[in-house]
């Protein structure tokens, strides 16, 4: 199968302090990659140069065997990004922060777009309440509304950073299972986690990222995943 995602011996340092050092990684649509290390070993800025965030030192990030290192516009196209932080507005409705948003990716509104709002909606369980204002919605439906938002444009790259912070167990099921609905053969899922079982039920490979680059692969299995991470970090 040919990648949809390809870091080529990506460098990245900040000042003096190196981060990431030649990392490699395919990454292939259809499947959900879970990402897991220990906190600083480097997982945020290897999405936010997925972003376009930050600019790779060296290297090279292809999606579609297209070089978008420093194409801030096809990154946008390409990626949406759901983070542990709300990225909605309080005082706007769900369907208003879903239109403010679809603004801001130029999608032409008409009867079609808002068929596409309501069907995004309804995807995530928040269509019967579209009309309530953001900010005094409940955790996981805040989940679920930034989830929505990184979905508006039809990303072929989703990243999810800690997306279950904060939640309680039935609502992290819950988001899991809108999660996985929302997988294709045309996507590619990143979750970076700290929850291991998460990981370890719902991602189709791992990443266990240490010392500045991915150290190992893995396909969740039988084996504690957790356990397995401590004997290859140690």
Not at 119 to 127: E, N
Not at 181 to 210: L, Y
Request: glycine fraction near 8%; aromatic fraction near 8%.
């Amino acid at each position: 199968m040919v990648p949809l995602i390809q870091f080529k011996k990506v460098c990245k340092s900040f000042g003096d302090k190196e981060i990431i050092k030649n990392l490699s990684l395919d990454l292939f649509p259809g499947e959900i990659f879970g990402l897991v290390g220990t906190s600083g070993c480097g997982k945020s800025t290897l999405m936010k140069l997925l972003l376009g965030v930050y600019p790779p030192d060296s290297g090279n990030i292809l999606i579609n065997g297209e070089d978008i290192s420093n194409n801030l516009t096809r990154i946008r196209k390409l990626v949406g990004y759901t983070t542990q932080e709300n990225s909605f507005y309080d005082k706007l409705t769900i369907y208003e922060n879903l239109k403010y948003y679809a603004n801001l990716y130029n999608l032409k509104q008409g009867d079609e777009f808002h068929q596409h709002l309501n069907a995004l909606l309804h995807s995530v369980g928040l269509l019967e309440h579209k009309n309530a204002i953001a900010g005094r919605i409940s955790g996981g439906m805040k989940r679920r509304l930034d989830f929505a938002i990184s979905l508006i444009h039809n990303p072929k790259i989703l990243i999810l950073d800690e997306p279950t912070t904060g939640l309680d167990p039935l609502l992290v099921k819950q988001f899991w299972e809108i999660v996985k609905k929302t997988k294709s053969e045309d996507n590619t899922m990143i979750i970076s986690s700290h929850i291991f079982p998460e990981i370890q039920e719902n991602a189709d490979r791992v990443g266990i990222m240490h010392n500045k680059h991915i150290l190992k692969i893995v396909k969740p299995g039988g084996k504690s995943l957790f356990s397995l991470f401590k004997n290859i970090v140690k």
